[in-house]
């Protein structure tokens, strides 16, 4: 029975990243509303692409007409993500069953089942909400928490014994889960910037509209988290200065997270013999270079959907990253 819930662990922690990779492709292609109402599309489950359908569905939804292409690609992600809800669901009922047993855990599955209904709920106020930012930044959130949490389990079922560390393991965990904060403020900080279309607000590098510090810059409406029940959000409705504070915001988080998190790897290198450990964070400084040349490449080639969306997946291996880097902390005995 422990071995089906630790394989199930390892489907469920791939399935969470692949619908984290297939929702920003979703959102980068501008097929977040390709389908305008939830759970189904245009009130279907398969996406019908005939002269009746797109009759109805003109006739239904006027201001949306059938894109296929959209539509297809949104209803892929729903699949996915109800197939990953599926296998949470049967973790959490393995737990509960297992709880008992000494190393079964039980309350973090079950948290882990509370926070995919509710990344339903999201998914579906994206939707509804016609991609309200702060929605779309709490969807991608809730799913990166989803795929966190997977594999912070699978972790704990593929590790039973604990490593030897030396003393300064002590001020590590302290300073990896700072680390691992700041990363996933950094990450909302990514979110926001895309769901305000602000990626290009600043197409130059390392200035920005030519200047070190825009003359025309507006945080005060930049980050303002609700813009009133019924805008459509999709194009986005920010003015240019705001959107440059949210890209300019954005740019200086990430400055700081990879000195952090460079800084707590190196430091966990140098500090302990643990091959886990060790191998942890060579991860995380291989997956922060490649993460900010693809944020550089990102702005310096325009924006190529591939570029972005690997931006992005990056993002979540390397929050997977010190996550594990994090755990072989916890796990290390002095």
Same mark, same amino acid.
Request: overall charge negative.
């Given at each position: 029975m422990y071995r089906w819930y630790t394989g199930l662990?390892?489907?469920?922690t791939l399935l969470a990243l692949c619908v984290v990779v297939l929702g920003a492709w979703v959102r980068l292609t501008d097929a977040g509303l390709g389908c305008p109402d939830w759970p189904g599309c245009y009130g279907s489950?398969? /996406?019908?692409?005939s002269a009746t359908a797109r009759a109805e569905a003109?006739?239904?939804?006027?201001?949306r007409p059938l894109d296929s292409g959209k539509a297809w690609r949104e209803m892929?992600?729903?699949?996915?993500?109800?197939?990953l809800g599926f296998t949470i669901v049967i973790i959490a009922s393995l737990a509960w069953?297992?709880?008992? *047993?000494?190393?079964?855990?039980?309350?973090?599955?079950?948290?882990?089942?509370?926070?995919v209904i509710f990344q339903g709920l999201l998914g579906m106020w994206t939707v509804t909400l016609l991609l309200k930012p702060v929605i779309v930044m709490m969807h991608l959130l809730g799913g990166l928490a989803t795929t966190g949490l997977s594999f912070w389990l699978l972790l704990d079922s593929l590790r039973k014994t604990k490593e030897r560390s030396p003393a300064s393991s002590n001020f590590l965990r302290r300073l990896a889960p700072i680390g691992l904060v700041v990363l996933v403020i950094q990450i909302a900080l990514g979110g926001w910037t895309s769901a305000n279309y602000a990626a290009l607000a600043c197409p130059?590098?390392?200035?920005? *509209?030519? *200047?070190?510090?825009p003359d025309e810059i507006n945080f005060a409406e930049g980050f303002v988290m609700w813009q009133g029940p019924s805008v459509d959000y999709e194009g986005g409705i920010l003015d240019a200065p705001s959107r440059v504070a949210i890209h300019l915001t954005h740019r200086l988080g990430a400055l700081v997270a990879f000195l952090l998190l460079l800084g707590i790897a190196l430091t966990t290198w140098h500090s302990t013999s643990s091959t886990v450990t060790r191998s942890a964070s060579l991860a995380?400084? /291989?997956?922060l270079l490649l993460q900010i040349s693809l944020g550089i490449s990102a702005v310096w080639f325009g924006l190529p959907i591939v570029l972005a969306a690997t931006h992005n997946a990056v993002a979540a291996l390397l929050l997977l990253a010190v996550i594990n880097l994090n755990h072989a902390i916890i796990r290390a005995v002095n």
């Open positions: 662990l390892v489907f469920a489950l398969i /996406v019908e692409d003109k006739a239904e939804f006027p201001d892929i992600h729903r699949y996915i993500a109800a197939t069953v297992n709880r008992k *047993q000494a190393n079964q855990p039980v309350t973090v599955p079950l948290i882990l089942l509370g926070l130059d590098l390392p200035t920005c *509209q030519g *200047q070190w510090w995380v400084t /291989v997956l």
